[in-house]
């Protein structure tokens, strides 16, 4: 029997996807989410639509740490900027509608993200707490307890 993409499981979630979602849950949405972490954590079969759910909307996020994403920050260079100025590493673990990543190379990581057509996505960066999520419809919203910085002039290009 061939499985469909909603019943294939979910994999092990990388650590920093699962401090992610922990430290960002909202009070109400908590036990779901970390229920969901830890069944990850853990290597239990999760129906991939949980996950799905999960990055569909900015609903299960505390909105004490959400902040939108200004209009000229938008595209892969401006968020990839704007983490780095919050003290964003190079690298980053990556949820989405096509599975999880760790040790991924930032830029790449924003510039898939921002790309994909269906499905929502979280970018975690090192170190955390501090998160980029791109929901189901588009939506983009930056996830940190810091405050944001104000950009002025280009910052440093990160090279690996």
Do not use: N, Y
Not at 108 to 128: K, T
Request: aromatic share 2%.
């Amino acid at each position: 029997m061939i499985q469909t993409p909603k019943e294939i499981p979910v994999p092990q979630l990388p650590a920093p996807v699962i401090a992610a979602l922990e430290a960002f849950a909202a009070p109400d949405a908590r036990d779901a989410v970390q229920s969901l972490a830890h069944e990850a954590a853990e290597g239990v079969d999760t129906p991939r639509e949980r996950l799905d759910a999960l990055l569909e909307s900015v609903e299960w996020v505390d909105m004490g740490v959400v902040h939108p994403m200004a209009p000229e920050l938008r595209d892969p260079e401006g968020v990839r900027r704007l983490l780095s100025a919050m003290g964003a590493e190079g690298r980053c673990a990556v949820l989405s509608a096509g599975g999880s990543e760790d040790d991924r190379d930032l830029g790449g990581a924003l510039d898939q993200v921002l790309q994909q057509q269906s499905g929502g996505a979280l970018v975690v960066c090192r170190p955390g707490p501090l998160a980029f999520l791109v929901t189901a419809s588009g939506e983009r919203w930056l996830l940190s307890d810091r405050e944001l910085p104000q950009l002025t002039g280009p910052l440093p290009i990160i090279r690996d």
